[in-house]
């Protein structure tokens, strides 16, 4: 079983939709969760970051983690086709571990004019 | 502008050629990562290190080798390669204590 599931889409919404995308995690030790975005033929560029459960907010972007369900969302309100992109959640044990992440296998999304 | 650099952003090779894969970052972070992606699959840590001369090999197995001998350049090396090599190979760099981590665009190998 892998240590983090994400849903693979592909993804294909209209624009304006609210997008909701999920991870799954095994490790109840996780505590530092981020969502990376990744353009095609470009690396990823981290969106967001949050410790520990709970909600954060930058824009049209929502983080929310629930430990007790070992579930991480990210929510995009008022979807633009510049979101088409691929969003990988991350997560890592400690502050320290610098990039020694464990990484979901990312889902595609398509926003439609 | 502070950056991160991959080169080439492509290499097509043969069977058996030595090829070295280039990484340099001028934002002045101590870490840096080299992870490998497929299409579809997650991004698995190959090898990092924490600061010149210190080099560590991470959780995905791989024949690469990799050097640091100044903080802004961190080259990935494969002595002898093999069709199973073909990935996306990304290079990334992260300040001492934070997680954020920094990609650059990466490069595609393909051996034929």
């Known amino acids: 079983q892998k240590e983090v599931e994400q849903d693979p889409g592909p993804l294909s919404v209209p624009e304006g939709a609210i997008v909701s995308l999920n991870c799954t995690y095994s490790n109840s030790a996780f505590q530092y969760f981020m969502w990376y975005r990744q353009y095609s033929r470009k690396g990823p560029e981290l969106l967001m970051y949050?410790?520990?459960?709970g909600n954060k907010e930058d824009g049209r972007f929502t983080a929310q983690v629930d430990k007790s369900s070992k579930y991480i969302s990210l929510f995009i309100r008022d979807s633009q086709p510049s979101d088409s992109a691929t969003y990988l959640c991350a997560m890592s044990l400690t502050y320290n571990q610098g990039g020694k992440l464990i990484f979901g296998q990312g889902t595609e999304l398509s926003v439609k004019p | 502008e502070a950056d991160i650099y991959q080169t080439p952003r492509y290499l097509v090779i043969g069977t058996g050629k030595k090829i070295t894969l280039e990484c340099s970052q001028t934002?002045?972070?101590?870490?840096m990562y080299w992870y490998q992606q497929d299409p579809g699959m997650e991004l698995h840590l190959i090898h990092y290190s924490y600061g010149v001369n210190s080099t560590e090999k991470g959780d995905l197995s791989s024949e690469s080798t990799v050097s640091r001998i100044r903080t802004e350049h961190f080259p990935l090396t494969l002595e002898s390669a093999r069709p199973s090599h073909t990935s996306q190979y990304l290079c990334a760099s992260s300040e001492r204590g934070l997680e954020k981590l920094f990609f650059g665009s990466g490069t595609q190998l393909s051996v034929l």
């Open positions: 949050t410790y520990s459960s």
């Open positions: 934002m002045g972070h101590d870490k």
